[in-house]
């Protein structure tokens, strides 16, 4: 099957600073790449759409100027978490879409102190 | 409103008893119906989907679910559960005319025991 890598796994970072997350399609090229955000105990919700070539879609409430998506390449977009801060504390999963179906990367997970 | 309803946030089960997990949806477009699980610290790894043709779908590990559009339902089934199934389960859709987005389910965290 499809399989999505996203890097790194575990970040900690310090408040202020910015991270980046990077999300791979390994095998097969995704025109459309998703970014969603999971707390703990809680269900994932979609941040953006990330789309080759354009600029994304963010979904309502989400800062586009604090996380910064970028989709260069038909295998890689990178979600940017600019001046994090504690509450930016999350899962942060991606997915690639291959025809009808989403693969989901093994997640993020981002400490901000 | 377009929606999706997992009402049981845990389920606890013993070991090679049969289980549901219950997921509804609210919608006014045509569905693709999709059942997820989710291992700690982990992404998702898709069970098993519906997009048309039979309504009973059968995944990996197992699993089955049943697309009943009266009912609006999409209950995921396996007759003898193991303690390797404990994990956190989604229920998923995309409405039709969202592009690919899908809407998750609050999720059921399925406690397997001996």
Redesign the interface.
């Known amino acids: 099957g499809a399989v999505?890598s996203?890097h790194p796994s575990r970040v900690i970072c310090k408040s202020g600073t910015s991270v980046k997350i990077e999300c791979r399609s390994l095998d097969f090229q995704a025109t459309?790449m998703?970014w969603y955000r999971q707390f703990p105990k809680?269900?994932?919700?979609?941040m953006a759409?990330s789309n080759e070539g354009s600029k994304a879609t963010y979904e309502q409430g989400v800062e586009k100027d604090k996380f910064l998506i970028n989709h260069a390449s038909l295998t890689l977009s990178t979600l940017t978490v600019t001046s994090a801060h504690p509450e930016d504390s999350s899962?942060y999963?991606c997915?690639a879409?291959d025809r009808?179906?989403?693969?989901?990367?093994?997640?993020t997970?981002l400490t901000v102190t | 409103a377009q929606s999706v309803t997992q009402l049981d946030s845990q389920v606890p089960v013993f070991e090679e008893a049969p289980v549901e997990l219950r997921c509804n949806y609210s919608s006014s477009v045509s569905v693709?119906l999709f059942w997820?699980v989710q291992y700690p610290?982990?992404?998702?790894?898709?069970l098993l989907?519906y997009?048309s043709g039979s309504t009973l779908v059968k995944g990996i590990n197992g699993f089955e679910a049943e697309f009943n559009k009266s009912q609006t339902s999409f209950h995921l089934r396996k007759p003898s559960v193991h303690i390797s199934d404990t994990a956190e389960y989604?229920c998923a859709v995309r409405f039709t005319g969202t592009?690919?987005?899908?809407?998750?389910?609050?999720?059921t965290r399925l406690q397997v025991t001996l």
């Open positions: 999505v996203q459309t998703f809680q269900s994932l919700m979609l759409t899962f999963i997915s879409q009808s179906e989403q693969y989901f990367g093994p997640g997970r | 693709y997820y610290n982990q992404g998702l790894q898709l989907k997009l989604f592009a690919s987005k899908l809407t998750f389910g609050t999720g």
